[in-house]
């Protein structure tokens, strides 16, 4: 294997092992949520009306797997239907107690970070900042 390949995979492995470790964790006071709800959630947060069909692209998941799962998340008031339940592909939005659960969620992989660059210099951090934003954006 090549340098650059060993090292995409390096990325690759690490970016995992990190986004487990945070979303592993996180749980909705006794039911603890899965990572697929949880990135549900985030999706959601970060979108708000975003509708199930639009998850189910964005993470290439079958819409009946996306239906179960939000399915459970609307039973413990973490989601909620924005418009009424006449129509297909309704807005979701999170309730508060969704987006105390989505601040859970960062609060937890943020806390994991911030461990890992404790003893990075502000320059160091910076630029590794830079550099997955770079990468996240698909920069060639």
């Known amino acids: 294997m090549d340098t650059r390949r060993n090292d995409s995979a390096t990325v690759l492995r ?11 964790d996180a749980s909705f006071g006794d039911a603890p949520l899965s990572i697929t709800d949880q990135s549900i959630v985030m999706a959601i ?14 993470f290439r998941l079958n819409r009946s797997t996306v ?17 009424p339940p006449s129509g297909r592909g309704r807005p979701l939005e999170l309730t508060p107690e ?19 660059l404790a003893r990075w210099t502000d320059a160091e951090v910076s630029r590794f900042a ?3 934003e770079r990468f996240d954006r698909g920069d060639a």
Not at 46 to 57: F, V, W, Y
Not at 106 to 116: S, V
């Open 14 to 24: 690490s970016l995992v092992a990190i986004s487990r470790r945070g979303l592993v």
């Open 45 to 58: 947060a970060e979108r708000p009306g975003i509708r199930s069909i639009d998850i189910a692209r964005m």
């Open 67 to 83: 239906s179960r799962q939000l399915a459970g998340l609307i039973a413990l008031g973490i989601v909620r239907d924005t418009a």
């Open 98 to 116: 969704g987006m105390d659960a989505y601040r859970g969620t960062l609060g937890a992989l943020q806390q994991i970070i911030d461990q890992h």
């Open 130 to 132: 830079h550099d997955l």
